[in-house]
Nanobody
Framework: QVQLVESGGDLVQAGGSLRLSCAASGRTVSSYFVGWFRQGPGKEREFVATIRWDGGNTAYADSVKGRFTISRDNAKNTVYLQMNSLKPEDTAVYYC????????????WGQGTQVTVSS
C-alpha cells in the first residue's frame, strides 16, 4: 500500500512560482514512477510530469515544459513539482500519483491540492 499526500497549493499571481510537495508513505519500490496530474475547472484530468524514484528520467507535458520541474528527495520520500512562470490556465487541482514499473496506469493517488493563478 502507498499513501500520497499533496501540499503547497496556493493562490498566486500570473508569472509567479510555487512548489508542490507529494509525501509518500507505505511500501515504496525504487523503480516506482511518481507523477503529477491536474484537473482544471471544467476540464478532464491531464498528465503534468513524472519521475522515477531511482533515476533522473523525467517526462513533462508539452504545456509545462520549460516552466515546471519535477524532482525527488528519497530521504524524505517526497516528490516536488516546482512551477515557475505560472499562467492562469495552470489553475487546477494538482494530484500526485504512483505506479509500479510494470503497470500502465497509476494506481495510487493523493487527494489533491488547489493551485489558483490569478491574472
Amino acid at each position: 500500500q502507498v499513501q500520497l499526500v499533496e501540499s503547497g497549493g496556493d493562490l498566486v499571481q500570473a508569472g509567479g512560482s510555487l512548489r508542490l510537495s507529494c509525501a509518500a508513505s507505505g511500501r515504496t519500490v525504487s523503480s516506482y514512477f511518481v507523477g503529477w496530474f491536474r484537473q482544471g475547472p471544467g476540464k478532464e484530468r491531464e498528465f503534468v510530469a513524472t519521475i522515477r524514484w531511482d533515476g533522473g528520467n523525467t517526462a513533462y507535458a508539452d504545456s509545462v515544459k520549460g516552466r515546471f520541474t519535477i524532482s525527488r528527495d528519497n530521504a524524505k520520500n517526497t516528490v516536488y513539482l516546482q512551477m515557475n512562470s505560472l499562467k492562469p490556465e495552470d489553475t487546477a487541482v494538482y494530484y500526485c500519483a504512483a505506479r509500479g514499473p510494470f503497470k500502465l496506469e497509476y494506481e495510487y493517488w493523493g487527494q489533491g491540492t488547489q493551485v489558483t493563478v490569478s491574472s
